[in-house]
């Protein structure tokens, strides 16, 4: 057997160790995700370095990076990879039998306490043999875990979306101003954006893109504002609200009318916020996943 018939037989094991180093950034990574030693992934990258005539990594200090060849193959690559390794699972659901896998899915807490629960719940009656994991990471944290390939897809929120991401809007709510019952701001009739430049704001950590909308709106408007408490959660927020600490911006995901908060629209000055599927462009979609995108929007695979 000729060396150049060899390494074409062996060219999806080359592919996955190139990939999985892309995705991590490093051999050693790669090699631990692949249960192989470090020296065989090296081997199977430089052969396919070979193979090509390219250099697909740079190294920057202790990590590796794609060169602009690297890009590219990293792209083609990907989606063949990934649908390899997933013909089981995706065999098994042409078939109309899912009985077996694993689904990753990451979303913040507000996605996962609003969204999520009806739809996991209708899942797992569904598909009792696939296991569901629920990764409660913020955006930042769901976008590293999305290209470094260690979960499905997202669900959250998204305003500014990188290159490589893919958003799908498929929830919509109003954002509103809560205040506890009996507030000044409940009893006016004419309530408007610099009423509330009055009272302190009780918001998310500053991170989290509510605080981006809020700061973003009140310097459209040439108006001041005050953060006086900042507290994680939606729910926590609403509780604080209730106490008299504070009002706040919410986004009506949050509110199931049992609260005990006076609730002002605020859509004339704040846009809509949705709530979609996060992916990574060109990831190949487990039939798991698939499963679940359509259940949360049938029509979203036929857009």
Known sequence: MSERFYYKQNRLKQLRAFCHAAQTGSISKAAERLFLSQPSVSLQIKALERELNVSLFERRGPS???TPEGKILYELAVPLVEGIDALPDTFAMRRGNLESGELNIAAGESTILYILPNFLARFTESY???RVRLHNVTGRDGMSLLRANEIDFAVGSFIDVP?????RPIFHFEPVLITPLGHPLALKTDFALPDISEYGLILPPRHLSTWRMVKMVFQQHNLDYKVTLEA???EVIKKYVAMGLGISIVTSICLTGKEDLCVLPLSCYF???SYGVVSRRGK???AGAKKFI???DPDFFGR
């Open 294 to 296: 359509e259940m949360m």
């Open 271 to 273: 846009p809509k916020r």
């Open 128 to 130: 009792p043999g696939i």
């Open 163 to 167: 290159e490589d991401i893919s958003y």
């Open 232 to 234: 994680g959660g939606w």
């Open 64 to 66: 590796i990076e794609l």
């Open 284 to 286: 190949f979609l487990s």
